[in-house]
């Protein structure tokens, strides 16, 4: 069984999904100069598993969503082409999860989160090779 299997199991990632907004919507995609600015959070192989030092990373963006008074705020997951698209679907859906849940217990209202999945949206071209950049295994926080 993979450590995301485990979660899954475990209900950790998915006990608080009905705190949500919603389950699944459209956010916009990073394309612009503010981009660069945008926040990730990098997750390992095959895991939705928070590492330490993403906490800073959203508190931070908590923090700056409560200053831009910002409507609402995007959490898009994604991950690497490697594996099955259907395991890459529900990975990238647990990692916007498991940030989402962070943000609010940093601070930012449940009911202005909306959790988005863009699995293999980018990501290895090699397809089936083991060099897939962490780069693409992460949730982007965006401020709407």
Known sequence: M????????AGVLL??????????ATC??????????TPWVLFDLGSAALKPEAKPII???AATAKAR?????????????????????????????????ELIRAGYPAKDV???????AFGNMSLG???????DRRVTIIFR
């Open 2 to 9: 993979t450590k995301f299997s485990a979660l899954i199991s």
């Open 129 to 135: 090779s083991n060099d897939a950049s962490e780069k």
């Open 59 to 61: 508190a931070e963006a």
């Open 69 to 101: 008074k910002s409507v609402k705020v995007c959490i898009v997951g994604q991950t690497d082409k490697l594996g099955d698209k259907a395991m890459n679907a529900k990975l990238a859906q647990a990692r916007a999860q498991a940030v989402a849940g």
């Open 114 to 120: 909306i959790i988005a999945s863009n699995p293999e």
């Open 15 to 24: 006990a608080a999904a009905s705190a949500f907004a919603q389950t699944v």
């Open 28 to 37: 916009p995609t990073a394309g612009s100069a503010a981009a660069s600015k």
